[in-house]
């Protein structure tokens, strides 16, 4: 017969430290001295304790054993992995080696599933046996097993008894957001988002980070394999070329890198160019918009993450950038894909590009462009959300003639927007700019939170032909039948007879 009682953590101490030990002595039985503090009933038979084989109910608030590193490590500044080395007692049930397959997947829900940590170890005391780590969230006790799980564990003849093991943890075993949870002061927020650019781990800490930044840059790099540089942004993307500066936290000063999205590879300069991973399903979206044989004009193209795959669905190319390094990066990576021969590069003023090379192209093209059996659609790309809107003004009356009907480009324009209503924000800045309304006649599509309440959106219309063509109004009147008379008041009674 077993009697279970209850302690509160006091008097189980006591109980511990006092008869419990007596008794345990007497049997020749051994405890740890590091029990941990939420194992706080023991089962006790014939007035002596057999084992250690119950715990209190769980509490996530306490649990601080196996999720958290040592509370010695808070407030460090110099990354010493020793100091994250602690002892934890999980339970286990001990089974024979030749089962342990058998019955593992009945134990799926029960399991300790922590990455880095085994679920079977060796029993050191006998080879015959193996201790299978059981999670300490849901197993509290015997009583703990689901009932199918203790069918399984019956047919096997596999004792209930739980057992307790000691497991010496370390930084390896630690996720980064735990270590460093850990380590920045209480209340504080964790930084454990960041963008990776092939090698490159690049981050926006806060300022109260600041002080613990190349701990963090260490962490980061330890805890994601291939990292070999952690850099921080120290300032916010200003100036003409859409690059910022930055500080190497950890690792090595190799920016340049190489990335592959969407099945295209990209090789760049991360410090002197922009690239943003964030935006891969972005440029697959446009990318499906388009058909074999369409012209596209890539304004601000960068290093070509819309060009290029544009031009190996066989589309033709022009792009253009102002920055030096990413016209250079442009011309390499078209190299690199093999499109070369598709895509035309240039090196200036989005404005300047869209007021020549753009407009000279699409004359050349107008015949062919506008004819009705043309299925050849025409996209022009416009991503620079800071200041593309703004461009816009420039295809007002940009050609003379009025039959580009069937050959009205699409425009696809990226703008932020921190309005409460971003889309119809977006929507008006793009009508002032085009002096017309695209009510009905524009789609707009959310791109992402950029921080809170600053949108990234993207809006696409077809420029309309009253905006595109100059005397657009005056050609159209011109084409049609004049008006018919107005009649006098006398010829109106006169045409509709007698009443």
Same mark, same amino acid.
């Given at each position: 017969m077993r009697i279970l009682l209850f302690f509160t953590k006091s008097w189980a101490n006591t109980v511990l430290s006092v008869s419990t030990k007596k008794l345990a002595t007497r049997q020749q039985l051994h405890f740890t001295s590091a029990l941990p503090q939420y194992f706080s009933s023991h089962c006790i038979s014939k007035g002596f304790v057999t084992e250690l084989d119950t715990m209190s109910a769980y509490n996530p608030e306490e649990d601080v054993n196996l999720y958290t590193p040592p509370t010695t490590v808070r407030g460090i500044t110099e990354l010493n992995r020793d100091l994250f080395r602690?002892?934890?007692?999980?339970?286990?049930?001990?089974?024979?080696?030749?089962?342990?397959?058998?019955?593992?997947?009945?134990?799926?829900?029960?399991?300790?599933?922590?990455?880095?940590?085994?679920?079977?170890?060796?029993?050191?005391?006998?080879?015959?046996?193996?201790?299978?780590?059981?999670?300490?969230?849901?197993?509290?006790?015997?009583?703990?097993?689901?009932?199918?799980?203790?069918?399984?564990?019956?047919?096997?003849?596999?004792?209930?008894?739980?057992?307790?093991?000691?497991?010496?943890?370390?930084?390896?075993?630690?996720?980064?957001?735990? /270590?460093?949870?850990? +380590?920045?002061?209480?209340?504080?927020? =964790? @930084? #454990?988002?960041?963008?990776?650019?092939?090698? %490159?781990?690049?981050?926006?800490?806060?300022?109260?980070?600041?002080?613990?930044?190349?701990? /963090?840059?260490?962490? +980061?790099?330890?805890?994601?394999?291939? =990292? @070999? #540089?952690?850099?921080?942004?120290?300032?916010? %993307?200003?100036?003409?070329?859409?690059?910022?500066?930055?500080?190497?936290?950890?690792?090595?000063?190799?920016?340049?890198?190489?990335?592959?999205?969407?099945?295209? @590879?990209?090789?760049?300069?991360?410090?002197?160019?922009?690239?943003?991973?964030?935006?891969?399903?972005?440029?697959?979206?446009?990318?499906?918009?388009?058909?074999?044989?369409?012209?596209?004009?890539?304004?601000?193209?960068?290093?070509?993450?819309?060009?290029?795959?544009?031009?190996?669905?066989?589309?033709?190319?022009?792009?253009?950038?102002?920055?030096?390094?990413?016209?250079?990066?442009?011309?390499?990576?078209?190299?690199?894909?093999?499109?070369?021969?598709?895509?035309?590069?240039?090196?200036?003023?989005?404005?300047?590009?869209?007021?020549?090379?753009v407009k000279e192209d699409f004359i050349k093209q107008v015949e062919i462009l506008s004819s009705k059996e043309n299925k050849t659609s025409i996209h022009i790309i416009m991503n620079l959300p800071g200041l593309a809107i703004e461009f816009l003004d420039v295809f007002r009356q940009l050609f003379e003639k009025q039959n580009l009907v069937n050959a009205l480009p699409t425009v696809h324009c990226y703008s932020f927007s921190k309005s409460n209503e971003p889309a119809k924000d977006i929507q008006r800045r793009a009508e002032d700019f085009l002096r017309t309304s695209l009510e009905g006649r524009c789609s707009i599509h959310l791109v992402r939170n950029v921080a809170p309440n600053k949108e990234m959106l993207c809006i696409s219309f077809k420029v309309p032909a009253e905006v595109l063509c100059k005397n657009y109004f005056a050609e159209r009147d011109n084409t049609e039948e004049p008006a018919p008379k107005r009649l006098r008041p006398d010829e109106v009674t006169a045409s509709e007879g007698p009443q």
């Amino acid at each position: 017969m077993r009697i279970l009682l209850f302690f509160t953590k006091s008097w189980a101490n006591t109980v511990l430290s006092v008869s419990t030990k007596k008794l345990a002595t007497r049997q020749q039985l051994h405890f740890t001295s590091a029990l941990p503090q939420y194992f706080s009933s023991h089962c006790i038979s014939k007035g002596f304790v057999t084992e250690l084989d119950t715990m209190s109910a769980y509490n996530p608030e306490e649990d601080v054993n196996l999720y958290t590193p040592p509370t010695t490590v808070r407030g460090i500044t110099e990354l010493n992995r020793d100091l994250f080395r602690k002892n934890v007692a999980l339970p286990a049930l001990k089974v024979k080696k030749d089962i342990v397959n058998k019955i593992m997947k009945s134990l799926k829900n029960s399991a300790l599933k922590r990455p880095g940590l085994k679920r079977v170890i060796e029993d050191s005391k006998d080879e015959m046996y193996r201790f299978i780590l059981l999670d300490p969230c849901k197993i509290s006790c015997t009583e703990s097993f689901q009932a199918s799980e203790k069918a399984v564990l019956k047919e096997y003849n596999v004792d209930l008894q739980i057992h307790m093991y000691h497991l010496e943890m370390t930084y390896e075993h630690f996720k980064p957001e735990e /270590i460093l949870k850990a +380590i920045l002061p209480e209340g504080q927020d =964790v @930084t #454990s988002g960041f963008s990776r650019v092939g090698h %490159i781990v690049h981050m926006n800490l806060r300022d109260h980070q600041l002080p613990y930044k190349y701990l /963090i840059g260490q962490v +980061i790099m330890d805890k994601n394999p291939g =990292v @070999t #540089s952690v850099v921080n942004k120290t300032n916010i %993307i200003d100036n003409t070329y859409r690059n910022f500066q930055m500080e190497v936290l950890a690792g090595e000063d190799n920016m340049i890198t190489k990335v592959k999205e969407n099945n295209i @590879t990209y090789e760049f300069d991360f410090s002197k160019v922009y690239w943003n991973p964030r935006l891969s399903t972005e440029h697959s979206r446009i990318v499906g918009l388009l058909n074999s044989g369409d012209l596209v004009y890539d304004v601000f193209a960068g290093v070509g993450p819309f060009a290029i795959p544009a031009a190996k669905k066989n589309c033709r190319v022009m792009a253009n950038d102002l920055n030096p390094e990413s016209y250079k990066w442009l011309v390499h990576n078209c190299k690199l894909n093999k499109v070369d021969n598709k895509v035309q590069s240039f090196n200036m003023d989005g404005r300047n590009f869209l007021l020549g090379p753009v407009k000279e192209d699409f004359i050349k093209q107008v015949e062919i462009l506008s004819s009705k059996e043309n299925k050849t659609s025409i996209h022009i790309i416009m991503n620079l959300p800071g200041l593309a809107i703004e461009f816009l003004d420039v295809f007002r009356q940009l050609f003379e003639k009025q039959n580009l009907v069937n050959a009205l480009p699409t425009v696809h324009c990226y703008s932020f927007s921190k309005s409460n209503e971003p889309a119809k924000d977006i929507q008006r800045r793009a009508e002032d700019f085009l002096r017309t309304s695209l009510e009905g006649r524009c789609s707009i599509h959310l791109v992402r939170n950029v921080a809170p309440n600053k949108e990234m959106l993207c809006i696409s219309f077809k420029v309309p032909a009253e905006v595109l063509c100059k005397n657009y109004f005056a050609e159209r009147d011109n084409t049609e039948e004049p008006a018919p008379k107005r009649l006098r008041p006398d010829e109106v009674t006169a045409s509709e007879g007698p009443q």
